[in-house]
């Protein structure tokens, strides 16, 4: 007789679950992938309305390999099932000075805008360069799928992070070799991508800049909710289960290990294992309120720092716009003294920056013909830094924006609003059970990355896992799936079971 399958389940299908579930499956491990709402995805939900589509949260794909090594994982091609469109310029940044900037990886084209803005920075920029070269290959390509289950792999890895002088600041060490104002902006947002602050994050998240350069910036064809629904179709041609409107309550636990899940609508499930692609607290607090050896730690996690929140505006318009890019980020008139005030609170602030996103600019599909869809993101303190009344400034945060980006960026945008929607950190707290209505897990400080993070695998309760932006390496989508690779790695080992690559 043949010995039994192990049976895991994995909760929440963000690209962190999903990255995970394939991967487990494709090993052979029956898996099953439990989610709350009525569509995979997580914060990749996708909206729909008047014949547009919009992506509810991840809008920037970077780092490619990582998505086709899980098709691979399977025997597969990813061209098989999706399609990435690159975009260009990267980003494009604006000033309300009148000053504006294309970002991407044509070197020559940075260059001569950092010439002609400030010449003497052209060759610290390129000194830069070299840093973030040598960052990325220590902090991305070797330790960004390994875990850090004990405080010796942290200490093995402390010797290069005090090199690159990982204690200090992203702004810091952008400001070390480039002295423009504005220049410094544009080297230093990238943090606020995976929900950082570039005045605290640690300088070792400079890599996220050479990781572009690298492999450039793409868009998912028919928007990002396209690369969920193809990995979802892989996941269950591999035989996975996927249940949808399934809230989970309580994961089950018989003398100090998992043995199973109960969700709200009354099925209950007996699994060898656990993974939670949830938020870390929620996960610690909320569904394991019966296990004591949890309680410790879900206590310990309130006591961090957390990423800020984010408000959004989905909208679309019966005209186009080719006068902006697909990717646009707003300054406002402040940056340091605004983003303690995002990250601080108490209150919400009088002026914001913004990214603009106009997908319609690479993939007319997602909107219709003639019609521009986009969003626009504002990032805002957290329901902790901020007890603001969400239900009564929503409407009105809204108003403030679309009235700036009238002004300033999009030419008669109230007459030719055709929809609009909005997400406040309500909504992070109560549909994604996000702590604190938090938009990306644990703050990207360098005291909580890596081994201080949450553990890919708990080291106390046994057959518990995490994957996704609370544990390592952290949030974005090239986060999110290394991390699905580093829990796979461990959770395969634990059971048994042999990786398929």
Known sequence: MPARRPTVAVIGSGFGGLALAVRLQAAGVETTLVEKRDKPGGRAYVYEDEGFAFDAGPTIITAPECLEELFEAAGRSMADYAELLPVHPFYRLYWEDGYRFDYSNDLALIDEQISAKSPGDVDGYHRMLRYV??????????????????????????????????????????????????????????????????????????????????????????????????????FEELGGTVRLDCPVERIRTRNGRVVGLTAADGWSGDFDAVASNGDVVHTYRDLLRDEAQARPKASALLRRRYSMSLFVVYFGTKRRHPELAHHDILFGPRYEELLHDIFEGPGLPDDFSLYLHAPTLTDPSVAPDGCEAFYVLSPVPHLGNAPIDWEVEGPRYRDRILDYLEARYVPNLREDLVTTRILTPLDFEQVLNSHLGSAFSLEPILTQSAFFRVHNRDSRIGGLYFAGAGTHPGAGVPGVVNSAKATAGLMLSDLGVAASA
Do not use: C
Request: net charge positive; no cysteine.
């Open 133 to 234: 070269e040598e960052v990325f290959e220590e902090g991305y390509v070797k330790l960004a799928h390994v875990p850090f289950l004990d405080f010796w792999s942290m200490m093995r890895v402390a010797p290069q992070l005090i090199r690159l002088k990982a204690y200090r600041s992203v702004y810091d060490v952008v400001s070390g070799f480039i002295k423009d104002p504005h220049l410094r902006q544009v080297f230093s947002f990238h943090p606020l991508l995976v929900g950082g602050n570039p005045f605290s994050s640690s300088s070792i998240y400079t890599l996220i800049h050479q990781l572009e350069r690298k492999w450039g910036v793409f868009f998912a064809k028919g928007g990002t909710g396209q690369m969920v629904a193809a990995l979802v179709r892989l």
